[in-house]
């Protein structure tokens, strides 16, 4: 059977490695140190009746409203921020309209542009990764329809201004601004407060990284009660499950562990460049949990050679501007002196 046009030809997320559960995971910028012991004394407590009922996320959405200062009524819990991407662009996408974007940036974002029929034009970062305002403001007219921004951005880690995302807002306020802020918490900054005066705006939030919850899937759209009243209507009315909203609910009670975790990232992430630096190498610090590291023409081949030994990162090696480059992230003690050891008898 024939897939929709724009489904058959967009092309498909790069596939994952399997068995990853017995590999060194650096490729995917989960949280090495897990989640936090509440999340799991949550998890264990969940009921059967709350098993066998459908789930309530009233708790939830106020605790995230009470935590950036909006109401409930501007939020619309999502199945990770993927799920996120995939409801803005379903919600505000036809068929021919326009999609700009970043490049290189998060892969399922133009995919889900271009599934819903969007032609994306990407803009590229400047050779050291700073962002090119002037040419993005230049490329904003009518046919506009969704500007999708990521905030710090993987791969780049790049960190547009807020001052730079509100000439943004301003300059399209036909179009929808998606911010992707995935990373958020590794920069202490969110542009959540601009969706009061910017009802063009629709911030994406994730539970995956520093809260340690990738396999649970969830995460939020703070947006004007308009728009999530929209977004309502594409969005199933049970995206995620009981399970993850009580573990997000404990993962926000533990500020504790949330910044233990960050300034744990932040000191091993010192010791990789500091390591990958001695040994000759062209790193990229970042302020999320990746950093990128430049191994050359050989890039196809080391990334191969990593996997055979049980060390998985990513490779950007097709990605413009990151030829011969690798993002890993970054890990705990053990695994990245792992990572060193193997890069050190893989290289040429
Ligand atoms: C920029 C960005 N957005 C969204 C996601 C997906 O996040 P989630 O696990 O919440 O779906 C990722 C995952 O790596 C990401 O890097």
Redesign the pocket.
């Given at each position: 059977m024939q897939a929709r046009r724009s489904v058959a030809e967009a092309l498909p997320y790069p596939s994952l490695p399997r068995a990853r559960k017995s590999k060194i995971r650096m490729d995917?910028?989960e949280s090495a140190w897990g989640c936090s012991p509440k999340v799991l004394e949550a998890i264990r407590n969940v009921d059967s009746r709350e098993v066998s009922a459908y789930p309530d996320y009233q708790d939830f959405a106020e605790r995230i409203a009470i935590h950036f200062q909006i109401s409930p009524e501007n939020i619309v819990i999502t199945n990770?921020?993927?799920?996120g991407?995939r409801a803005v662009m379903q919600t505000y996408i036809e068929d021919g309209d326009q999609a700009l974007m970043m490049e290189p940036s998060?892969g399922?974002i133009p995919i889900q542009a271009k599934v819903m029929g969007a032609e994306v034009h990407s803009i590229l970062y400047q050779s050291n990764f700073s962002f090119p305002i002037d040419q993005f403001l230049e490329a904003i007219n009518a046919d506009v329809r969704v500007i999708a921004l990521?905030r710090p951005d993987?791969p780049t880690g790049t960190v547009i201004s807020q001052s730079d995302v509100i000439h943004i807002l301003r300059a399209a306020p036909e179009s929808i601004i998606l911010l992707?802020e995935?990373?958020h918490h590794f920069i202490k900054e969110t542009c959540i407060d601009l969706i009061k005066e910017f009802h063009n705006l629709v911030v994406l939030q994730?539970?995956?990284k520093a809260y340690g919850l990738?396999g649970l899937?969830l995460?939020f759209v703070a947006s004007y009660e308009k728009n999530i009243q929209q977004l309502n209507k594409v969005n199933p009315p049970f995206a995620t499950n009981t399970v993850a909203i009580k573990a997000g609910l404990a993962a926000m009670s533990d500020s504790h562990h949330l910044k233990r975790i960050i300034e744990e990232m932040e000191y091993e992430k010192a010791f990789l460049v500091e390591e990958l630096t001695r040994m000759g190498l062209e790193v990229r610090n970042t302020r999320a949990n990746f950093v990128l590291l430049r191994v050359g023409a050989q890039a196809d081949v080391i990334h191969q050679e990593l996997v055979e030994k049980n060390i998985l990162v990513k490779n950007l090696n097709r990605l413009p501007l990151l030829n011969g480059h690798f993002r890993v992230s970054i890990s705990t003690r053990n695994e990245n002196e792992m990572f060193l050891q193997a890069l050190r008898e893989v290289l040429p």
């Open positions: 995917l910028n990770g921020a993927d799920d991407i998060f399922m990521v993987s992707d995935t990373y994730s539970f995956s990738a899937r995460g």
